[in-house]
Nanobody, 123 residues
Framework: QVQLVESGGGLVQAGGSLRLSCAAS????????MGWFRQAPGKERDLVAV????????YYTDSVKGRFTISRENAANTVYLQMNRVKPEDTAVYYC????????????????WGQGTQVTVSS
């Protein structure tokens, strides 16, 4: 069993920055790929960014390319999401997720989830 705990959410003005963290505990040896997802009110949960164990495979959804950066620190079992030049449309609950899959973009393949952290961007 893997436990994930997100932190770093909050209220930020448009154009500002925020850094989300996700700490993993438990059977972390079973984690290979980690990702960030977000869910806005009344919408489905969408993929934001994914990173594999080595960090050599990274994916960003188009709307965050050039603004967000995903990274991980394996020694600390932590993954980060640096959010720069945020926009009101980035407002959502952000979830961290993990999977044993080598690299996947399928939300259904992520078996471990955090409780989510709220990010609100004011205009």
């Amino acid at each position: 069993q893997v436990q994930l705990v997100e932190s770093g959410g909050g209220l930020v003005q448009a154009g500002g920055s925020l850094r989300l963290s996700c700490a993993a505990s438990g059977r972390t040896s079973r984690i290979y790929t980690m990702g960030w997802f977000r869910q806005a009110p009344g919408k489905e949960r969408d993929l934001v960014a994914v990173i594999d164990w080595s960090g050599s495979n990274i994916y960003y959804t188009d709307s965050v390319k050039g603004r967000f950066t995903i990274s991980r620190e394996n020694a600390a079992n932590t993954v980060y999401l640096q959010m720069n030049r945020v926009k009101p449309e980035d407002t959502a609950v952000y979830y961290c997720a993990a999977t044993r899959d080598p690299f996947t973009l399928q939300i259904s393949n992520f078996g471990s989830w955090g409780q989510g952290t709220q990010v609100t961007v004011s205009s």
